[in-house]
């Protein structure tokens, strides 16, 4: 794709404290070899660390600062609102990307108008030869659980090939600008946990196909050993997990995916943190079945905006 035909690309990435980070990312997007682009970073209400180097080192990059955080959803709805591409790519901050990984997203896209999202082959930014993504199963409707095809294996070109998806990767995820003002924008309700998940959800329900692209290639800083549990993360892991049951699975199975949930999962789990002394994590678990109880007949539950 020649550089007099390529569409426009609307990058999007939040930040949230340790700018450098994301300055790390930005720098790699100089380096593209797709120029039509418009970069924007959306500070997320940045506690402790002045993102203000981001656009003194980075003037080319629409920033846009936050009086309060947003979480994911809600930072990259700003940002997609701000948005003039026909494609809008959500790319986390903790990514680095390889020269020539956007024209494959873009060309695909190009090439079949029913596509809705695509994802590249993501690897791990320190075992650069390990997978964290090429690809993911359907949901199990009890566990809200899937299955990634071929995390944490090493690449030996066994996932050179384009394959359809069940769900794009929130690390990186190209989505049309047609798509988006058809099925909407991502639930901010979410905050942190399950929002690409439910955006990807929506968008094959609309009809479209989401695809990993074999030929685009990032890398992720997040660890392997997945971060480690804290309250904050079990807390929002359960409670986005339970919500998108409540968003995206249908009667008589949602009844018995949440008594799963409630009297079995979330118990057994809550239990073990309890007897190998993290209390904390206990509570989290508590916390999140509390929000799903106060929440039961919110009419917010099933909202998400539009672009």
Same mark, same amino acid.
């Given at each position: 794709?020649?550089?007099?035909?390529?569409?426009?690309?609307?990058? #999007?990435?939040?930040?949230?404290?340790?700018? *450098? +980070? =994301?300055?790390?990312? %930005? !720098?790699? $997007?100089?380096?593209?070899?797709?120029?039509?682009?418009?970069?924007?970073?959306?500070?997320?209400?940045?506690?402790?660390?002045?993102?203000?180097?981001?656009?003194?080192?980075?003037?080319?990059?629409?920033?846009?600062?936050?009086?309060?955080?947003?979480?994911?959803?809600?930072?990259?709805?700003?940002?997609?609102?701000?948005?003039?591409?026909?494609? #809008?790519?959500?790319?986390?901050?903790?990514? *680095? +990307? =390889?020269?020539?990984? %956007? !024209?494959? $997203?873009?060309?695909?896209?190009?090439?079949?108008?029913?596509?809705?999202?695509?994802?590249?082959?993501?690897?791990?930014?320190?075992?650069?030869?390990?997978?964290?993504?090429?690809?993911?199963?359907?949901?199990?409707?009890?566990?809200?659980?899937?299955?990634?095809?071929?995390?944490?294996?090493?690449?030996?070109?066994?996932?050179?090939?384009?394959?359809?998806?069940?769900?794009?990767?929130?690390?990186?995820?190209?989505?049309?600008?047609?798509?988006?003002?058809?099925?909407?924008?991502?639930?901010?309700?979410?905050?942190?946990?399950?929002?690409?998940?439910?955006?990807?959800?929506?968008?094959?329900?609309?009809?479209?196909?989401?695809?990993?692209?074999?030929?685009?290639?990032?890398?992720?800083?997040?660890?392997?050993?997945?971060?480690?549990?804290?309250?904050?993360?079990?807390?929002?892991?359960?409670?986005?997990?339970?919500?998108?049951?409540?968003?995206?699975?249908?009667?008589?199975?949602?009844?018995?995916?949440?008594?799963?949930?409630?009297?079995?999962?979330?118990?057994?789990?809550?239990?073990?943190?309890?007897?190998?002394?993290?209390?904390?994590?206990?509570?989290?678990?508590?916390?999140?079945?509390?929000?799903?109880?106060?929440?039961?007949?919110?009419?917010?539950?099933?909202?998400?905006?539009?672009?």
């Amino acid at each position: 794709m020649n550089a007099i035909g390529q569409p426009l690309v609307s990058i #999007i990435s939040i930040n949230y404290d340790h700018p *450098e +980070v =994301t300055c790390q990312m %930005l !720098e790699s $997007l100089r380096k593209i070899t797709y120029k039509n682009i418009e970069i924007i970073v959306i500070d997320n209400a940045s506690p402790h660390d002045d993102p203000g180097i981001i656009p003194k080192l980075y003037p080319e990059v629409k920033f846009i600062q936050l009086n309060e955080n947003l979480g994911f959803a809600g930072g990259n709805n700003i940002g997609m609102r701000e948005a003039k591409g026909k494609y #809008i790519l959500l790319l986390n901050n903790d990514t *680095e +990307v =390889t020269p020539g990984f %956007l !024209e494959p $997203l873009v060309e695909k896209c190009e090439n079949d108008s029913q596509i809705g999202a695509v994802s590249p082959k993501i690897k791990f930014q320190h075992s650069p030869e390990i997978l964290q993504f090429t690809g993911i199963s359907k949901i199990n409707q009890f566990t809200a659980r899937s299955k990634g095809w071929g995390f944490g294996i090493q690449d030996n070109g066994q996932f050179d090939e384009d394959t359809e998806s069940a769900y794009a990767h929130g690390a990186a995820m190209l989505v049309p600008r047609k798509v988006i003002e058809e099925v909407g924008l991502l639930a901010d309700i979410y905050f942190l946990y399950y929002e690409e998940l439910d955006w990807s959800h929506r968008i094959r329900q609309a009809g479209y196909k989401i695809y990993y692209v074999h030929n685009s290639l990032i890398y992720h800083k997040e660890s392997i050993s997945t971060g480690k549990n804290s309250p904050n993360k079990t807390y929002y892991m359960n409670r986005s997990r339970i919500l998108f049951m409540r968003r995206n699975v249908k009667q008589p199975i949602l009844s018995l995916a949440i008594i799963y949930q409630f009297f079995i999962a979330i118990p057994k789990n809550a239990l073990s943190f309890l007897f190998r002394g993290r209390a904390d994590l206990f509570l989290a678990y508590h916390k999140a079945i509390m929000w799903h109880l106060k929440h039961l007949n919110s009419k917010k539950i099933h909202y998400h905006p539009k672009l």
